[in-house]
């Protein structure tokens, strides 16, 4: 009981050092950010014209709503993926500064358990890139509510369940690649190339459908894809059944979902949205076997080694 | 019959090819001000990160309150209050955050924080800075902030690494009551590392560390009385004085004066009464700190 005191008061500790830090809390935000510009300057003129393009192949005609609407939605899915991941590397900093400020040695000469504090770490990684989201989706539900909003309530719900599944993908993730980063060099080095790359390489700012076929059987492989392909679905799909029921036929939707990756595919086999759950989910699984095994191990190894002498 | 706070035996821990403590041994009573002097990179800060367990060690054996640090590493960390040389408390949160934060490490929550907060109020004035983040701090501040932490859990032992170093004089005097008032009021034993020879000069013990090894130790008395000459500082008859190191004496002439170094302070007698003529206008000068931690190391602790 004592020790899940100690635990909780570490995680609040980590929580409020990010919070605090308004230089870590903007650069965890630059990539929502880049993605907002690209889409005002850019972006969402040419996601409109390439869904009208869709639409004249099949003699449909809509209004600018649910366009709008549809645009905005496919945005917010890709951030919601890509910024689970971006802010989970950046929030988990606190840890690495701690290494680099010294902070850690002052913890470590308390009696906590190493397991705790690195648990600590990672609760508050995870709350605090949960916090963020839930920010930016809300950010996000309200422009949506303003151009065309078309989003069910159970759908809400699962946008927001798949938000989850990211979170802990991200923090996960963030927790195994900066286990051993130990400079300010490093972990700049390691934001900056997440930060950069993995929208690219999932498909967030580009959609995989526009890869060629060897490049996107690939991406397939990487599980990141999978954090976009799900909150895809659930963010597209009320907009495609409002563009069914104005009397888009379902070939008509199944071209806007493939172009879009509502529909992902690894060669011409299409991948169904519970398997997409189940490698996220399993990929999630794996990390946490990875993560407490590097923990245990650090941990162990510290002791050992005060122990052999 | 005393009690025994730190035991080390043949400590050694190195660093690569660098052998940062090199069969170290030495023990701390409980209740005294123990010094540990060493210039930079001779092992002092390594020894205090093996203590609190920061660093594991190579070989020896480390007690402190007669547990073994290997087998009640956590035990002896709730005895431990430690001021590091930089401040490791997090900079961006307020100070009141920072000592929450930490005395909830130790099992200290709620109303029995609130009552600590005031005890350390009362001793280091805290009251006032207990809203600002760390990094508002000036030094001084953030020093007694730091040591408000050390002392957060009430601690057997604390361990002080260079507290004093870059402070003003006023700040320096502070941070030295609150050492004297806890050893007084509730006789904690004090483990120092300082570069100041005057602190060191009032400890109760002192260890001397040169390249990872003991090179002296004893009581500021005994290292002077082994180690430091006196000097007999003439103030007339300077030309005159200045003769004396035909007769063997080391003599160093200043503008106003002549010191003649003597071994203590009988031979000092000893020469003031053989040549009563030159000594008009003089002082007997004690061997201090500063010319023990020269004579056993060969360097200057202000260069270092």
Redesign the interface.
């Known amino acids: 009981m004592k020790e899940l005191k100690k635990f909780w008061a570490l995680t609040v500790r980590n929580m409020k050092c990010y919070f605090k830090d308004k230089f870590l809390f903007f650069v965890s935000l630059i990539t929502p950010m880049i993605l907002l510009v690209l889409f005002v300057t850019f972006l969402r003129e040419v996601y409109i014209s390439s869904f009208k393009g869709i639409f004249e192949q099949f003699g449909f005609e809509t209004d600018a709503r649910l366009v709008n609407g549809l645009a905005g939605s496919w945005l917010l899915s890709s951030v919601v993926s890509v910024c689970a991941v971006t802010v989970a590397i950046c929030s988990n900093a606190v840890m690495i500064q701690d290494k680099i400020e010294g902070s850690v040695n002052d913890l470590k000469t308390s009696p906590v358990k190493g397991t705790t504090l690195s648990l600590s770490y990672f609760a508050a990684n995870f709350l605090v890139t949960l916090t963020v989201m839930l920010a930016v989706i809300a950010v996000g539900f309200v422009y949506l509510a303003i151009v065309g909003w078309y989003i069910s309530f159970v759908d809400v719900l699962l946008i927001l369940a798949d938000t989850l599944c990211c979170v802990l993908f991200g923090t996960l993730l963030a927790g195994v690649i900066e286990s051993y980063i130990g400079t300010q060099g490093a972990l700049s080095a390691v934001s900056t190339l997440v930060s950069s790359l993995y929208g690219f390489i999932c498909g967030a700012y580009m959609p995989l459908s526009q890869f060629d076929e060897g490049v996107r059987n690939v991406l397939c492989v990487l599980p990141g894809t999978y954090s976009v392909g799900i909150t895809r679905v659930h963010f597209m799909q009320g907009y495609v059944k409002e563009l069914g029921r104005q009397g888009l036929s379902e070939q008509g939707q199944k071209a806007v979902l493939d172009s879009f990756d509502g529909n992902l595919y690894v060669s011409k086999t299409q991948i169904p949205l519970w398997s997409m759950y189940v490698i996220l989910l399993g990929t999630c699984a794996l990390l946490l076997v990875a993560y407490v095994t590097i923990v245990v191990l650090q941990n162990r190894r510290h002791t050992a080694r005060r122990v052999r002498g | 019959m005393n009690e025994k706070v730190i035991d080390i035996t043949e400590l050694?821990k190195s660093f690569k090819e660098v052998k940062a403590v090199d069969g170290l041994s030495f023990c701390v009573q409980k209740g005294e001000l123990f010094a540990f002097l060493g210039v930079n990179g001779a092992g002092k800060s390594t020894t205090i990160?093996i203590l609190?367990?920061?660093l594991?060690?190579?070989?020896?054996t480390v007690t402190v309150c007669g547990e073994d640090?290997?087998k009640h590493?956590?035990?002896i960390?709730?005895k431990?209050g430690?001021v590091?040389q930089?401040s490791?408390?997090?900079?961006?949160?307020s100070v009141k955050?920072n000592l929450?934060?930490?005395a909830?490490?130790?099992?200290i929550?709620g109303e029995d924080f609130r009552r600590r907060l005031d005890e350390l109020d009362g001793m280091l004035g805290l009251k006032e800075l207990l809203q600002r983040?760390l990094v508002k701090l000036s030094g001084g501040q953030r020093r007694r902030v730091d040591i408000a932490?050390a002392l957060i859990h009430n601690p057997e032992l604390l361990i002080l690494d260079e507290p004093t170093t870059g402070l003003d004089p006023q700040t320096r005097q502070t941070v030295w009551r609150v050492i004297d008032e806890l050893r007084q009021k509730r006789k904690m034993t004090v483990f120092l590392t300082t570069h100041y020879m005057e602190e060191a000069a009032i400890a109760d013990y002192v260890v001397i560390l040169d390249a990872g090894k003991k090179v002296a130790e004893g009581t500021p008395h005994e290292l002077k009385t082994k180690f430091a000459t006196d000097t007999v500082r003439v103030y007339s008859h300077l030309d005159e004085a200045q003769q004396l190191c035909a007769e063997g004496y080391s003599v160093k002439r200043e503008r106003d004066f002549v010191d003649i170094e003597v071994k203590n302070t009988a031979v000092a007698t000893q020469l003031i009464t053989a040549r009563p003529e030159l000594f008009d206008d003089y002082e007997v000068l004690k061997g201090n700190m500063d010319s023990v931690f020269l004579r056993v190391t060969g360097k200057n602790i202000e260069e270092a």
């Open positions: 050694h990160n609190s367990g920061i594991p060690k190579d070989s020896g640090i290997d590493a956590e035990s960390r709730c431990l430690i590091f930089a490791a408390l997090d900079k961006r949160l955050d929450k934060s930490r909830a490490l130790y099992g929550f983040p932490r």
